[in-house]
Each structure stands twice: as structure tokens, then as C-alpha cells.
């Protein structure tokens, strides 16, 4: 009996010792899991630490979250025009641009045109500044077209742009020449300002009212470089002012409106510039909108014969049928033109007017195909009055990020 009992407790024991080994080497496994996941936990806390400091305006390392968005814009034509390229290179309109003074800088010749490679930039500086840039490369010269800073985060909703940038004045100066509707610049566009507009360095304050509709007003400081209408630099000579509005009259219809004015000097005095620019907007569905937009402007200039008084007007109407398909027409003319027409004597200079339509291609978004014919009676070309026709297959190509175009 004593050996059984004996036999019966060395056996408990044997068992109990056994449990216990195997209880140690259980506690051992979790201690060596937990001590995996904590390691685990502070590389991933050390990772996240990383990903903050590089995102992190406060660090050195920020810039690379602050990279600029880059773009690039490719426009192209083939065109056929029933007047030679040496002639077309020296014409006039009168009033505006003598033989030899022209710039015909966009689909300049008959044949192909490489029209410009426009490359742009934009970034967030801070939480203060965005800055642009817009570089220009025609086949025979680099152009920087913009290059400015805007502010983020002014109170009272107000904006101010430094730098050298296009002028808000009108409706149509602001855009870049491929978000144009037609390939071609207004007459009174070209004639008062020329193929680049007002686009000079200087400072810009904008103003947004707090209403229910929008209303936005903006005055420019500019140097005044633009030789058709200032262009006397011994100091800034340009001051611009606009007010602009748009109104939703349905939920299909829009209407934009604004007034503008520019005062500069030149070489003989005072120029002044008026405009006003209307513009009706019908979505008529999806993709299907309807879009007329008229502008007119009238110049006030001395000059060496004495005050010139010029206006002109565009009015162009726009069928955007589908996603892919948009046709539409212009009318531009020379409406008003007391200045010295004594350089054209014996030719006649009124009703200096021109007809445009085009049909245009959009694959997708970010590439156009335009065909547009034009009449033009604006030119005097070799001394005598020139009816100019123009057939232009036109090719616009958009890569990269780029920001969109203004409504």
C-alpha cells in the first residue's frame, strides 16, 4: 500500500513539474510576441514621424511636397491665304497700324506654321503665395508671357497679383491665345493693343463683394510697355480699372458683364481705353451649350495730328453640340476711325470689317482640331486695299497639368 501511494505521488509530481516546464515556455513565446509587436509599433510610429516632418512646411524637407504642377501647350496650323507671305508681312489697317508695324506673330504664313510652344508652371510657395509662370517659344524667340506671384489668404476677399501678368481688362485680353474660340485676334483687339494685349509688369488688387450674385472689381499699376496705345517708360504709365458681374437669370442660363477702362501715356500724351463685354451662356445639356460674347472698346489717343477717337467691336456666337463638336461665327469691325488717313490717299479705308466661322474637333479634352475660314477687309497690302481669304486647319495640343480656362 505504501509503495502504491509512493509510486501515485512521485507521478503527481512528475506530471505537476512537466506543466510547469510547459507554462514557462508558453510565457517565454508571449513574452517574445509582445516584444515583436512593440518593435513593430515603434518602427511604424518612426515611419509616420518621417512622412510628417517631409510633409511638414516647417521642415526642410517640405519642398518636395511643394513641386510645381508643369504643363505644356503645342499649337500648330496648315493654311492657305490668297496673298503671298512677303506682301501679308508688311500690311497696314489703317488708322491703327502702319505698313511694317505689323506683328503677325499667330498663323503668320501660308504652308505650316509652328505657332508657339507654351510651356507653364504653378505652385504653392506657402500659405500666403501661389506663383505662375507662362513661357512663350516661338520658332525664332523665347518669351516670358507671365511670371507672377498671387496671394492665398487676404481678409475681406480681397486678392492682390504681382509680377508680369495679362490685364483683366475686357473679356478677352486676360486668355491665352489657345482658349480663344477662333485662332485669330479681334480687329479693335489688334489694332489697340496688339497680338499680346496688355500684359506688363506691375501689381493687381481684386475685390470680391460678399453678395448673393457675383461681383468682383480690380484696379492694375503696369509699367505700360504696349506701343500701340502708351508706351512712354521713363516711369509706370498705365493704371487700369473693370468691374465685372454674372448673374444666373435659370439654372441653364448665365450672363457676364463688365466694364473697364485704361489710362497711359505716350509719346504724344494721354491714351485712354473703354470697354464693355457681354456675355450670355445657355446649356442647352450635358455637353450641348450656346454661347454669344460681344465686346466693344473705344481709344481716346493723342497724337502727333492730334486727338485720335477709334472703337471697334467683335461679336461672336458659339454651338457647342457635343462633348466632341463645336461650330461657330464672328463679326469684328472698325467702327469708329478719326485719326489721320493722309498715308492713304486715294484708297478707300472705310468699312474695315471682317467674317470668321470655324468647325472644331475636340477627341478629348486636352486636344482640337479648328477649321476656320476668314474675309477679311481690314488690310491695305502694297499700297492698295486687299480683300484677304483664309483657310486654316488648325492643331492645339495640351499635356501636363494645366489650370483651366477662365469662364
Do not use: C
Not at 169 to 192: C, D, M, T
Not at 214 to 220: D, I, P, R, T
Amino acid at each position: 500500500m505504501k509503495k502504491t501511494v509512493l509510486s501515485l505521488m512521485t507521478s503527481v509530481l512528475l506530471f505537476a513539474d512537466s506543466d510547469m516546464e510547459q507554462l514557462k515556455l508558453d510565457i517565454q513565446k508571449l513574452q517574445e510576441k509582445v516584444q515583436k509587436i512593440e518593435t513593430d509599433n515603434v518602427q511604424k510610429e518612426q515611419e509616420n514621424l518621417d512622412a510628417k516632418m517631409a510633409n511638414d512646411s516647417s521642415s526642410s524637407f517640405s519642398q518636395n511636397a511643394y513641386l510645381p504642377d508643369i504643363g505644356l501647350v503645342l499649337d500648330m496650323s496648315a493654311l492657305n491665304r490668297n496673298v503671298s507671305n512677303t506682301s501679308y508681312a508688311d500690311y497696314a489697317m489703317p488708322g491703327f497700324i502702319a505698313s511694317g508695324d505689323a506683328q503677325p506673330i499667330f498663323n503668320p504664313d501660308s504652308g505650316f506654321n509652328l505657332n508657339y510652344a507654351e510651356v507653364s508652371m504653378h505652385s504653392v510657395v506657402d500659405p500666403y503665395f501661389d506663383v505662375f509662370a507662362v513661357f512663350h517659344l516661338h520658332p525664332d524667340a523665347f518669351e516670358i508671357e507671365e511670371a507672377y506671384v498671387r496671394t492665398r489668404a487676404l481678409p475681406y476677399s480681397l486678392r492682390v497679383k504681382a509680377g508680369k501678368f495679362k490685364s483683366d481688362f475686357g473679356r478677352l485680353n486676360a486668355k491665352h491665345q489657345h482658349s480663344w474660340n477662333f485662332a485669330s485676334q479681334p480687329l479693335i483687339y489688334e489694332g489697340v493693343f496688339g497680338p499680346d494685349g496688355i500684359s506688363d509688369p506691375g501689381i493687381q488688387l481684386q475685390w470680391i463683394a460678399p453678395t448673393n450674385i457675383y461681383v468682383m472689381a480690380g484696379m492694375e499699376a503696369m509699367q505700360g510697355t504696349n506701343t500701340q496705345s502708351f508706351g512712354d517708360t521713363e516711369r509706370n504709365n498705365l493704371y487700369v480699372g473693370y468691374l465685372k458681374s454674372s448673374v444666373d437669370i435659370t439654372d441653364d442660363i448665365s450672363v457676364l458683364a463688365g466694364v473697364s477702362g485704361a489710362h497711359g501715356k505716350n509719346t504724344s500724351g494721354d491714351s485712354d481705353v473703354y470697354g464693355v463685354d457681354l456675355t450670355l451662356n445657355a446649356q442647352l445639356g450635358s455637353y450641348s451649350s450656346l454661347i454669344w460674347q460681344s465686346e466693344y472698346l473705344k481709344r481716346n489717343m493723342d497724337s502727333t495730328t492730334g486727338k485720335d477717337k477709334q472703337a471697334g467691336v467683335y461679336s461672336e456666337l458659339i454651338y457647342n453640340m457635343d462633348s466632341n463638336w463645336a461650330t461657330g461665327a464672328r463679326y469684328d469691325a472698325i467702327v469708329q476711325n478719326d485719326t489721320d488717313m493722309s498715308a492713304y490717299a486715294g484708297v478707300d479705308t472705310s468699312n474695315l470689317d471682317r467674317t470668321t466661322v470655324m468647325l472644331q474637333y475636340k477627341p478629348f479634352e486636352f486636344s482640337r482640331l479648328r477649321l476656320q475660314y476668314s474675309y477679311d477687309r481690314s488690310k491695305i497690302i502694297d499700297n492698295a486695299r486687299k480683300d484677304v481669304s483664309e483657310v486654316m486647319l488648325n492643331l492645339t495640343i495640351e499635356a501636363g497639368s494645366h489650370g483651366a480656362h477662365a469662364y
